[in-house]
């Protein structure tokens, strides 16, 4: 009996220590106030990519022309998101034509700065919303897109019911692309013709398990089950159900896929299977040499063009 009761106890240490861990970890890498020090230590990938440099980097410029035009921080409340933030850049003149863009992990609406000047180039109004727990978000922790998608929800209801004709495109990069693609997954309001989605991920479970793994070198099983308990018990979101690739079947909005084939972050592989994947109209473009979020100031030429000639005949504003 004894050996049984030390068998039991050695068992439920075990498993305690494995939640801890979990703990550790979900806090690391989802409480936004705390983890950017854990983001840096794991993330390997240089910033820049070759031949940038101080004097003429392109992402710096896209987020200066961002703060120089972004204006007031834009909140709304509504039952099923509460406040939400985002900055709203007006088109020059009148228009009916919207792009709302989504940021990804570790970072905030100016990201979208390079988007942002695009799309505002061609006369389109421009909203770039804070994600859970970033950017002027009031919450402390990410959810990868999951709650995120009820956000990207709201702020169409917003502009639809500020602009009936609206022509709504959805935007977003990285963990953004996520969120885009799970809102296409829900029942979208007609004024919603288009989405692009840059570098996103299949599954929030298969993207945490790669990193895990190579990143932080270690066991997918059991820390992520873990984590995805723990992530349950403080109510945040289930892991295994963010699944862009599930929403995507769903949908009925035309959607560009777009992923640099130098992406060791986010693999580039999960874009042929979230095309293959995806029930509406589509397109898709490798960029050849792009880092991860990093594709269109790789190739910004080939970019555009494709997201261009794929929206041409879906906004007609």
């Known amino acids: ?7 039991c106890k050695a068992g439920v240490g075990a498993a305690a220590a494995v939640l801890g861990a979990g703990a550790l970890v979900y806090e690391c890498a989802l409480n936004t106030k705390i983890n950017r020090f854990f983001i840096r230590m ?20 896209a987020r200066s022309w961002f ?9 709304i409340t509504t039952p099923a998101t509460g406040r939400i933030h985002a900055y ?11 792009a709302v863009l989504c940021h990804g992990y570790n970072s905030e609406p100016k990201s979208t700065g390079v988007f942002a000047e695009h799309y505002h180039n061609l006369g389109y109004n421009c909203i770039s919303p804070s994600m859970r727990g970033w950017g002027n978000d009031e919450t402390s922790y990410c959810t990868m897109g999951w709650h995120d998608k ?15 004709a609206a022509e709504i495109v959805l ?35 298969e993207q945490y398990a790669d990193v895990i ?22 109510g945040n979101f289930d892991i295994r159900k963010n ?10 909005t035309p959607t560009v896929f777009l992923h640099g084939t130098a992406d060791d972050f986010v693999s580039p592989a999960m874009m042929d299977r979230l095309y293959e994947a995806c029930a509406a109209p589509k397109a898709k473009q490798a960029i050849e040499g792009g880092v991860h979020a990093r594709a269109v100031y790789k190739d910004p030429a080939l970019y555009w063009k494709t997201v261009d000639e794929f929206l041409k005949d879906k906004i007609t504003a």
């Not at 009820?150 to 009936?164: E, G, H, R, V």
């Not at 699944?243 to 009925?252: E, F, I, N, T, W």
């Open 67 to 75: 703060d120089e035009h972004k204006g007031e921080d834009t909140v």
């Open 171 to 205: 935007h977003g990069y990285s963990m953004g692309a996520g969120r885009i693609m799970l809102a296409t997954g829900e029942a979208l309001p007609p004024q919603v013709k288009a989405a692009v989605a840059d570098c996103g991920f299949t599954s929030c479970w």
């Open 1 to 7: 009996m004894s050996m049984v009761k030390t068998i």
């Open 88 to 98: 709203i850049i007006p088109a020059e003149g009148p228009s009916h034509k919207w």
């Open 150 to 164: 009820d956000l990207c929800m709201a702020w169409i209801d917003y502009i639809t019911l500020l602009d009936p």
């Open 213 to 234: 793994k190579h990143y932080a070198k270690l066991p997918a099983f059991p820390l992520l089950h873990a984590v995805n308990a723990v992530s349950i018990l403080r």
């Open 42 to 61: 794991f993330d390997k990938r240089a910033v820049p990519e070759t031949g940038e440099s101080a004097q003429a980097d392109p992402v710096a410029d």
């Open 243 to 252: 699944v862009p690739l599930d929403a995507v079947k769903r949908s009925v």
